[in-house]
């Protein structure tokens, strides 16, 4: 498996940006497909974004579209999320995930995913 460690969240008033940074370790980063997922107080966990192994394709969901953007650097062993517009609906924690199938329509099942970090406190202010 492969170690995940989230970074960069944080406080944020509603309209602002943040930048989060998943550093991985252990098996061959490029091996893998990352994801981006979310769980907000008392409710499930959701997909927020992925983005396949090279890099060459990203898959958002519908709220957050035009918004976030997902990003990897295969030399540095990050995944990165860029979040714009936020808004306070984006509260959550966010959790970097890695996954070793390639088909994109498993990515937005968090089942799908081997491993996970354990997560990083994003809260947007009205």
């Known amino acids: 498996q492969v170690q995940l460690v989230e970074s960069g969240g944080g406080l944020v008033q509603a309209g602002g940006s943040l930048r989060l940074s998943c550093a991985a370790s252990?098996?061959?980063?490029?091996?893998?497909?990352m994801g981006w997922f979310r769980q907000a107080p008392g409710k499930e966990r959701e997909f927020v974004a992925a983005?396949?192994?090279?890099?060459?394709?990203?898959y958002y969901a519908d709220s957050v579209k035009g918004r976030f953007t997902i990003s990897r650097d295969n030399t540095k062993n990050t995944v990165r999320l860029q979040m714009n517009s936020l808004d306070p609906e984006d509260t959550a924690v966010y959790y970097c995930?890695?996954?070793?199938?390639?088909?994109?329509?498993?990515?937005?099942?968090?089942?799908?995913?081997?491993?996970w970090g354990r997560g990083t406190q994003v809260t947007v202010s009205s």
């Open positions: 252990g098996r061959p980063f490029s091996s893998y497909a």
């Open positions: 995930a890695a996954t070793l199938n390639l088909d994109p329509g498993s990515f937005y099942y968090g089942g799908e995913y081997d491993s």
């Open positions: 983005i396949t192994w090279s890099g060459s394709r990203t």
